[in-house]
């Protein structure tokens, strides 16, 4: 543990985290008229033969981020993967179902995949920064979409990394590549990097899982700022997390097909502190997954 | 009932002097063995040196071979045919060999991709000669003469495989995440692979561009068949000749490509089995140049891929 951590650790405000679960960590708003922003309708996806979802039904709200939690394996990813349609590059997968961005569904016919990529960014398990500079890693997306001038690119980098809570750290090393970053700071660049195309959605799969406490916070803390014009859906392993930052929390599990089935969807505060279900009580206090 | 505890206690003092001295023999014997390898190396080096280094001076990089039997003289023409033969192969075999090789990166299991894979390995097995005799038959003898143009085929089939194999490796290296990120942002598959994945892979890559060409630089077989040789060839006056008399870029580049042409590697065998002892010892010298030129290609490639690397680790 460097000295950054055990000061930041001896002020109480990471301690917390570390302890126990504490859903005060973040002021919540979990806001029930909050517009249906992807609407998620009997979803099922198959690998081959094998279903990997039973038909979940899954209403995130806008502005608002939504956890999906649950035991590994339980087609947690798979299910954020399908809001991008990342799962078309799966071999084999097949998806049946609806999943709905502002209404549209994703899967219709004739829906352009690389304009629902760019209105549903995505950030990785591990970061995975371009061996490139910071500064041709937050552009790759808006030079993709045809952005050329070098002031309008300039712009765009800079708002984009001032947005991942960036810019102060990197911005007398644009040139450097993004490769020589910390790992915390390379997974806000890899944000930085989705938010640079001005997506509506941006899902996380387990964005934090490969970094330590202090970069988790970091990220924990960028996400509340970013919930402010982004809707976030984010899958964690991780139920402190889970209970931290997130406003809804949908709980997974496997059925005895060892499909995925949503076992309960609810306001974060009610999954963590009364939930309907029993798996998801015990899930959530620790007593099993 | 013997207890493992028991046994070791029994057994362990001299199990450990054994272990010891087992450790001494087997340390030495590999050192022993990687000095032995080694020795080849320095052995060819020095006695190149030895023998060659002497009637390396200006004139041998800068004249024509005189007649036979009279003392100086140079290379250029072969120096400058090796050249010639190693850009035409370089140009023939570099574009099909990255993009074969992406196709197989990318589809390593459809049928194509497997083809392709198991063609390159029997196409790296062919011996060298036999590429030259169906260059032979395919572009000299329709042409009705021998050529720079012709070698450079022979030697692009053979640098094919190693060129296709090693992209084809350096593309599997980077890492499944990268891709994904540029396709999450929209990217398209062929977008990602030129500007991800090949940047990404091309340290690699160029890697085994120059293992490609500094192994076509050095091949005589496939050349005795193709360009046979030509005392008299010099860039300088193939441009100045063609300049007086008016041609055209293409034809004064068509001239350089479509006749015969010597290389380093040719003019050695020629020159080694002669009798005169000048051509014997400009043979020696032709050998130390043939070497310093294929090892600068790799010094250089080397260098040049550290100061990238570091520069793409920050």
Known sequence: ?289 | MTRFSEVLKRSGRMRSRQRKIANAFMLSLTAFLTALALVPLFWIITYVIARGGQYINLDFFTQLPRPMGIAGGGVLHAIEGTIVISILAALFSIPPGVLAAFYAARNPNSPLGVAVRFSTDVLSGIPSIVIGLVAYALIVQPQGHYSALAGGIALAILMLPIILRTTEEMLKLVPHSLREASLALGAAEWKTSLSVLFPAALNGILTGFLLAIARAAGETAPLLLTTLGNDHYDIAQIIRGGLQTHQSIFQIVGRMLNQPVDSLPLTLWKYAQQPYPERINQAWAVALVLMIFVLSINIIARAWIQVRTRRLQG
């Not at chain 1, 798979?78 to 549209?104: I, P, Y």
């Not at chain 1, 050329?148 to 712009?155: I, M």
């Not at chain 1, 700022?225 to 809707?231: A, C, D, G, S």
């Open chain 1, 1 to 289: 543990m460097n000295t950054q951590t055990r000061t930041l650790l001896n002020t109480g405000k990471a301690a917390s985290i570390m302890t126990k679960p504490s859903i005060t960590q973040f002021e919540h708003k979990s806001n029930n008229d909050a517009p249906v922003k992807v609407d998620v309708k009997n979803l099922q996806v198959f690998y081959g033969k094998f279903r990997a979802l039973a038909g979940v039904d899954l209403a995130v709200r806008e502005n608002q981020i939504t956890a999906i939690i649950g035991p590994s394996g339980c087609g947690k990813s798979t299910l954020l993967r399908s809001f991008n349609r990342m799962n078309d590059l799966t071999a084999g997968c097949r998806v049946q179902g609806e999943v709905s961005l502002d209404g549209d569904n994703l899967y219709a016919a004739g829906v352009d995949v690389v304009d629902i990529r760019r209105r549903v960014g995505m950030v990785f398990q591990r970061p995975n920064p371009f061996p490139k500079s910071i500064y041709d890693n937050v552009a790759y997306g808006p030079r993709l979409y045809g952005v050329r001038r070098r002031t309008d690119l300039q712009e765009i980098v800079e708002r984009s990394l001032k947005s991942a809570a960036l810019w102060d750290e990197v911005k007398d090393k644009l040139g450097q590549s993004g490769m020589s970053l910390s790992g915390g700071q390379q997974q806000r660049l890899c944000i930085a990097r989705a938010l640079a195309v001005e997506p509506e959605v941006i899902l996380m799969d387990e964005p934090a899982s490969a970094l330590d406490p202090i970069s988790t916070l970091k990220i924990e803390e960028l996400m509340q700022e970013l919930k402010r014009n982004y809707t976030i859906v984010i899958v964690t392993h991780n139920m402190q997390q889970a209970a931290r930052v997130s406003d809804y929390t949908a709980m997974m599990m496997i059925d005895e097909q060892r499909a995925g089935r949503m076992i309960e969807y609810d306001q974060t505060n009610i999954i963590f502190t009364r939930p309907k279900d029993k798996r998801t009580e015990d899930y959530v206090t620790g007593r099993f997954g």
